[in-house]
Structure formats: C-alpha cells, structure tokens
C-alpha cells in the first residue's frame, strides 16, 4: 500500500508554494482539485490516443449519448471520463510555461461533460487557475503535480479516499472548520458496515445479488466506498449500486470524481440539502449509512422542512415530529427511514450520532416523539456506545444506531445496547490526529461484532458490556404530582409593602391606595392560617369603609400578604377541593410497564401522604394520565459504583505533596 501519510506530505509541501498569495484558508480550493485533476490525467494517460482517434472518427451527426458511448469505449474498463484535449501533464511540461494557463483551460474544457461541470461549476477551479496566473506561481504548482504518480498501478482507489481525506482534515484544520462535516474515519465506517451485514449472509451468497447503498450526507464518499468493498469481499459477483447527496461543493466534487473513476453512474451522486431538496425522492436502498452533522442548527432552512412535516404528516419524511431547532440529527435519520423498502429484504440503517437524539427533550417533545415512533415500530435494533476521541474534529462520545424494518424473530420487541466505550475496545495513536487520539482495532471491532451477531445479554465478565432490553423499557409516562397549597395570612409593613410589585394596585390612584392600607391595617397584625377566615375579615374591613374593589385588586391583595406555610389549613377552591402549589409540582417518570397508581404508592406517598397526580395531564395518543416519553440513558444501563479510596491512602498522598512542596519552598528560599 502506498504510503498515504507521506503523498498526502509532499501534496502538503506544494501548497506551501501558495503562501502569501493566498489565505491558508484557501489552499484546499486549490489543492484539491489539482489532486483530482492529476488523477484523472493518470487514470487516462493509457487510453489517451485511443480517444483521440476516437473523437477524429465521430459521425458529424452524432448526439450526446452516442458521442459519449463511443469515447467512454475508446477509454476502456468501466470509467466514464474521457479527454478530448491534445494535451496532457507530461506534455504540458514540454509547453511555453507562459502558455500554461491557456493551455489548462483547454485541457479542463475539453474533459467529458460530467467532468468538466464538477471542475467549472463545484470546484470554480479556472477563478483559482487565474490567480495562480496572476500571483506567478502556476508554473511552480503544476510542475510539483507533475512529479506525483497517481495512477490507479500506484494508487488505489480506495488509497485515494485516504488521501483525499488527510488532505481534507488538515486544510480543514488550518481554516478553523469542523473536518468531522467532511468524513468520518475508516474504522468507524468499517464497524457501522460490519455491523450492518452481520448477519446477512443468506441474504448476500449467489449469483444476482444486486444492492443499492445510500448515504445521505456522503461527503467525499468514503462510506459507500467502503461498504462497496466489504460487500464484494465477502461476494465478489454482487452488483453494487450507490447513491448519495451532498452540500459541500469541495466533497461533492471529489466524490462524484471518484464515481466516475471507478464505474458508478454519477449522477446517482446529486449535489444540494438534503433535508429540503430530496434529490432521490421515491427511491428505496438496501443499505443506507451516514454520519450526519453533529449540533448543526437547521434554522435557516427550518421553513420547508416545518412545511413538510405539517403539510405532509406521516406521508412525508418528517411526520413523527422535528427536534429542536440546534441539532438536525433525527432529521437525517428520519429520512432515511423513510427510504426503507418494503419487501422480503428490507433495509439495514446505520448512523453514528452523538449522544443527544438518545435522551435529549422531555415527553412530547419533538425527540422524545421521534423516539416512540422508531421503537414503537420496533425498527431499533441497536446502539452501540464507542470510545471517545475517535474522530478528527471532537472528542465528544458517539454512538452507532442500527435501525431494520425487517427484524429477525428473536430480535423482535427488544433493543440491543452495547458499551463499547471501555478501554478493551480502543488503543491510543502514536500520534494524535487533531483530536483523534484513539483508534478501533481489528480486534476490538470483531469482538463489538460479535458481541451484536450472538445478541449476548452480558450478566457478567467479557459479555456484560451487551445488555438486552424490551423497546418499551426505554418508555416512560410523565404523570404530574400535585401538593395542596398551604397559606398564611397577616397585615404587616413588610407585606404590605409587597402590594407594590402588582401592577392592578400600582394602577390605583393614590388615594385608593392609601384607603385600601388604611381598610387592611383595620384587621390588625393577626396571623391567619386559613384563607377563608383571612378572606372574610378582608371583606368586613373593605365593608366597614365603604370601599368596593375589583378582582384583579383582591387577588392582588392576597398574593402580597401570604406566604407558604406547611401548618397552615389547605386551601380549596369554590367545590372544596385542593388548590395544587405550583411551587411544589413535580413531574414523576413512570416505567411504561408499571401502573402509576403502583409507582404512587410505592415511591411518592410514604413521603408527601398529601400529594396526589393530577388526572387531567393526559397524553394526546393513548388519552391516559401522563404524557407517554421514550429515552435511551446508557449511563443508567452501564452504571458500575466505583467506591472511593480510603481515607488512609488520600491523606498519605496529601502528606507527600506537603513534604514536595515544602522542598521546593526551601530550594527557593536558599
């Protein structure tokens, strides 16, 4: 295997050549195409006069797709690129140097029309050609290029995804962005497909197989990639078809070029949003796989997917509710599901996320909703906690969700929870890599497979990091616990300063609030502990100077000279019943499987015997008490109690950083 590191070193070395005329930011819409341009010219040094010929010998009369069958032959194998230009790098050299510009332009132009669109359209590579010309320094660039061997002989296709990748994160890291919105590593896409066709190996032997894998945030494309290859290692006559959308002109670019190099349609690689812009609307995938932006907000194109998801319902995409307005994960995960088909096979979903979608948002809430849908579906199948520090860009913990609408017998009703994120599953880089500082091992990753393949419900030692549970141990109803309101009452200064802060009595006149003062202080200072008794002493000191008030003043007047009191009598409304405090709600989880008078009696009562639930806060599906929610808390599933260090050994270890410190003071001082 070439040395990925050290071609990805020597591309760097050129895009030294550009400092100061360009911002560091900036090297990548340099780099990167002229990378993609130099594969290319390698990938068809071969065919190169065969194509000429070609294009001599083209009827006058042809059409586009004549035209490009024919050239596309002229090429050979499954690559559908070709060049019609006369030149090529190693002919260029022997050119005018003062004519390199010009003549890159017509080498550019003169590509087949996928290619050039990618180059003029994605790229805007002729604004930076010219800039280049400008600053002096095409020359320098393009001679460099030319001592880089990127033929398909040298380097793979697959070694060219790593390329594109490492040159991907550090220009990524020089312009302050987020590498992680561009790629994910390669042994986390290899874990997720693993994962995914684990357990498919009926579905995947003999003759005719034929799967369409999807990625809906497939950047440079490295996750198609690899499940491409997984699926022809384990059957080299399947046929794979793969599709994707993406937003980044860069990564779009370089994908699409990579489908061309290596004999996929193109154009089932589309380019655009694909939240508002569906670019495979009514298509369906065998596989589908991503790893979606991480806490992106979707407020600036939140219009068209609110529209969706209202206009549409359950017909669209959105259906089962929206997230918060700053995390558009579930988003993509929703779409996905919605790709699914409805056959014998079904679909395999695997997605990385970070922890959010798994408890973020309370019951009803947009998550939480989103949530019931997929386990009340029962379509999660498993999650997968990984270590942290995997990834170029953050440190944050991720977690792998396997989703399948076609659940085999024993999988059904129940979700898989796997904690991979102990030590057994990672090893530290040499050298980190932004801030991956870990890595899967081959090993680790085939024990995480296992551990899913043999749907091991760990109690103890290897096996206890896999746990099984019932879809709906991850449901719960929010029932709301009511406490009585308990009152006292007393004219006092301090209290009757309070009427201040109510804008019913600071609307007054002043002379009505000085008779209002004066009618109170009539009461005296006695302290009422029940509302009644206080409300018809105010009546009869209102009654006695002839002054009517209205409601808005009287339940001023309450609020101001009360305050809670635990010994106080509890206050009741016009029928008799308890007033809740609102000040001593609460909200009590109750498990979906257990009754919540139960849960009452059990966990609430013996120590607030007043309290009582409140019947009325019912949820909007099933009309029982409580608003039903759904989250998946690993901490909760893996929780092991580590007991602090004796007291002995924290005080030995405060003494002997006394003592150093001490030394040190003393070393100082002489």
Request: charged share 30%; glycine share 8%.
């Amino acid at each position: 295997m070439t040395d990925i590191k050290n071609l990805g070193g020597f591309v760097w070395s050129i895009a030294e050549i550009l400092r100061g005329d360009f911002k560091q930011s900036e090297y990548g819409k340099v780099m990167l195409p002229f990378v993609v341009l130099r594969r290319l010219d390698c990938l068809l040094q071969d065919s190169k006069q065969a194509v000429l010929e070609a294009g001599k010998s083209l009827p006058e009369n042809a059409d586009d797709a004549t035209r490009d069958m024919i050239l596309f032959g002229a090429v050979g194998g499954n690559v559908k690129v070709y060049n019609l230009s006369r030149f090529t790098f190693e002919s260029l050299k022997g050119q005018d140097p003062g004519q390199l510009h010009q003549n890159l332009i017509d080498y550019i132009t003169k590509f087949s029309p996928n290619v050039r669109d990618i180059f003029l359209d994605k790229f805007r590579f002729t604004d930076q050609l010219k800039r280049l010309k400008d600053g002096g320094i095409l020359w320098n660039v393009f001679e460099r290029f030319c001592e880089v061997d990127l033929h398909p002989d040298t380097v793979s296709n697959l070694e060219m995804g790593y390329l594109f990748e490492e040159l991907i994160r550090r220009f990524s890291e020089m312009s302050n962005e987020t590498a992680g919105e561009h790629f994910t590593p390669r042994e986390v896409i290899r874990l997720i497909v693993d994962l995914l066709i684990a357990n498919d190996d009926a579905k995947l032997t003999g003759r005719g197989i034929i799967r369409q894998v999807y990625d809906p945030a497939c950047g440079t494309g490295g996750m198609l990639a690899l499940t491409e290859e997984a699926l022809k290692e384990f059957n080299p006559s399947i046929r794979v078809e793969l599709f994707g959308q993406e937003l980044n002109d860069e990564s779009f670019g370089i994908c699409k070029s990579d489908m061309l190099v290596t004999g996929h349609d193109p154009e089932q690689i589309a380019f655009g949003n694909t939240l508002t812009q569906d670019a495979h609307a009514g298509k369906k995938f065998h596989y589908m796989l991503s790893n979606p932006p991480y806490g992106v907000d979707w407020k600036k194109y939140q219009e068209p997917i609110k529209a969706e998801a209202e206009n549409m319902g359950m017909g669209g995409r959105f259906g089962a509710g929206t997230p918060r307005i700053s995390d558009g994960q579930l988003l993509f995960l929703q779409h996905m599901i919605s790709k699914m088909r409805d056959d014998e096979d079904g679909s395999r979903i695997g997605i990385v996320m970070n922890g959010s979608p798994l408890f973020t948002g309370g019951a009803q809430s947009g998550e939480s909703e989103i949530r019931r849908w997929m386990l009340e579906n029962d379509w999660v199948e498993a999650v997968v906690a990984l270590p942290t520090d995997l990834f170029y860009n953050t440190g944050i913990q991720t977690y792998v969700w396997l989703l399948t609408n076609r659940k085999p017998k024993h999988r059904q009703g129940k979700v898989q929870l796997i904690d991979a994120s102990g030590e057994r599953f990672w090893s530290s880089m040499r050298k980190s890599l932004g801030s991956k500082r870990r890595e899967i091992t081959d090993e680790a990753r085939a024990e995480i497979v296992r551990l899913y393949a043999d749907f091991l419900n760990g109690e103890s030692g290897q096996d206890d990091v896999s746990k099984i549970f019932e879809t709906t141990d991850f449901g719960y109803r929010e029932i709301r616990v009511e406490r009585p309101l308990k009152l006292n009452f007393q004219v006092s200064d301090e209290r009757l300063a309070r009427l201040s802060d109510y804008k019913p009595y600071t609307k007054l006149e002043k002379a009505d609030q000085n008779n209002i003062e004066a009618a109170l202080s009539a009461i005296g200072d006695q302290l009422f502990t029940n509302r009644d008794a206080f409300e018809k002493a105010l009546s009869k000191a209102l009654k006695a100077t002839g002054l009517k008030i209205g409601a808005p003043i009287r339940k001023a007047i309450l609020a101001a000279l009360s305050e809670r009191d635990e010994d106080a009598d509890i206050c009741t409304d016009k029928n008799g019943r308890p007033e809740p405090d609102t000040e001593l709600r609460d909200h009590e989880l109750v498990p979906l499987s257990e009754d919540w008078h139960d849960y009452m009696e059990r966990e609430v009562l013996p120590f607030v015997p007043d309290a009582w639930v409140d019947q009325s806060h019912t949820d909007a599906r099933d009309k029982q008490v409580g608003r039903v929610g759904y989250e998946i808390n690993f901490n909760r599933y893996f929780y092991y109690y580590v007991p602090p260090r004796p007291l002995e050994e924290i005080d030995a270890e405060l003494k002997a950083l006394e003592a150093e410190i001490a030394g040190l003071l003393k070393e100082v001082a002489a």
